[in-house]
């Protein structure tokens, strides 16, 4: 695999974690930690998603016995500060995400990069892309919009809301933790949601 880190814009510098959340419970947000541990091949020890298989309600309710391609979640900052300009407050884990990015594209990543945090040992696989639903509506009015629109260009689905993983190798996360990439052997594949 090339190592690489995907800067904001691919300018290759490091990216850094800003924040870490986890919720033993359902609710949309999730609180801010000092650290969370990621175990390998579950998730977020002590978080509500994690599992070998799928733990979201309505993928439960689908089909329980469906692999947890969403183990942790992950957005890059640089989402809030867009919304901010449209209007809306946003602060880590008000999204349910686990780990918050800064300075890293992370959904221009491909499906199969993995993603390495600190010194801790933790990594994870990038699965795919977050498929928001009506709850983020629920949370603030017309947020949906902002974050799942269609590319003026080609009217293809564009969704913001960051990324999913699977734990590969588990470990502690914390803010301040750089995060490095290492991208697949080509071809890549473009995240789709999952």
Known sequence: MAERSLGAGGTGTGG??????????????????ESITL?????????????????????????PTQPNLRQVHLIHEELFTELAEQGHQVRPGDLG???TTRGIDLLALPTGALLRFGDGGA?????????????????????LKRVVGRDPGTGEIVRKAGVMSVVREGGTVRPGDAVH?????PP????ERV
């Open 97 to 99: 995400e686990n780990v």
């Open 123 to 143: 990594v994870v696989e990038v699965t795919g892309l977050r498929n928001p639903c009506l709850q983020i509506d629920a949370f603030q009015e017309g947020l």
């Open 39 to 63: 175990l390998t091949g579950l998730g977020v020890e002590g978080d509500v998603h994690a599992g070998v298989t799928v733990r979201h309600r309505s993928r439960v309710a689908q089909d």
């Open 181 to 185: 990439v290492e991208l697949p052997a």
């Open 16 to 33: 850094v974690v800003t924040a870490v959340s986890s919720n033993g419970t359902y609710s949309f947000t999730k609180p801010n930690r």
């Open 188 to 191: 890549h594949r473009p995240l």
